[in-house]
C-alpha cells in the first residue's frame, strides 16, 4: 500500500501561486510515477501533470503547460506541483496520485492505483 497526503491548497486571486505537495508513505519502493488530477465542480476528473519517479519524463495538460511545474524529492518521497499565473478555471479539488503497475499512458485516470485526499485551490477572479 502507498499513503499520499497533499497540503499546500488556498485561497488565491488570479494571477497568483501556490505550491501543492504530495507526500508518499508505505511501499514508496514499488511507485513508478506520481502525478496530480483535479475536479472541478460538476465536472469529470482532469489530468494536470505527471512525471516518472526515475528520469526526467514529464507530462502536462495543454490547460496548464508554461503554469505548472511538476517536480519531485525523491529523498523526501514527495512530489510537487508549483502553480503559476493561475485562472479562476484552476479552481479545483487536486488530487495527488501514484502508479504502481508502470503503465504506458500516465494521463490516464485509470493508469493511477493510489489516490490522496485532495486538497482545495480556489481561484478568485
Known amino acids: 500500500q502507498v499513503q499520499l497526503v497533499e497540503s499546500g491548497g488556498g485561497l488565491v486571486q488570479a494571477g497568483g501561486s501556490l505550491r501543492l505537495s504530495c507526500a508518499a508513505s508505505?511501499?514508496?519502493?514499488?511507485?513508478?510515477?506520481m502525478g496530480w488530477f483535479r475536479q472541478a465542480p460538476g465536472k469529470e476528473h482532469e489530468f494536470v501533470a505527471a512525471?516518472?519517479?526515475?528520469?526526467?519524463?514529464?507530462y502536462y495538460a495543454d490547460s496548464v503547460k508554461g503554469r505548472f511545474t511538476i517536480s519531485r524529492d525523491n529523498a523526501k518521497n514527495t512530489v510537487y506541483l508549483q502553480m503559476n499565473s493561475l485562472k479562476p478555471e484552476d479552481t479545483a479539488v487536486y488530487y495527488c496520485?501514484?502508479?504502481?503497475?508502470?503503465?504506458?499512458?500516465?494521463?490516464?485516470?485509470?493508469?493511477?492505483?493510489?489516490w490522496g485526499q485532495g486538497t482545495q485551490v480556489t481561484v478568485s477572479s
Open positions: 512525471l516518472k519517479w526515475s528520469g526526467f519524463n514529464t
Open positions: 496520485v501514484a502508479d504502481v503497475d508502470r503503465s504506458f499512458d500516465l494521463t490516464r485516470i485509470s493508469s493511477y492505483d493510489y
Open positions: 508505505g511501499r514508496t519502493f514499488s511507485v513508478y510515477a
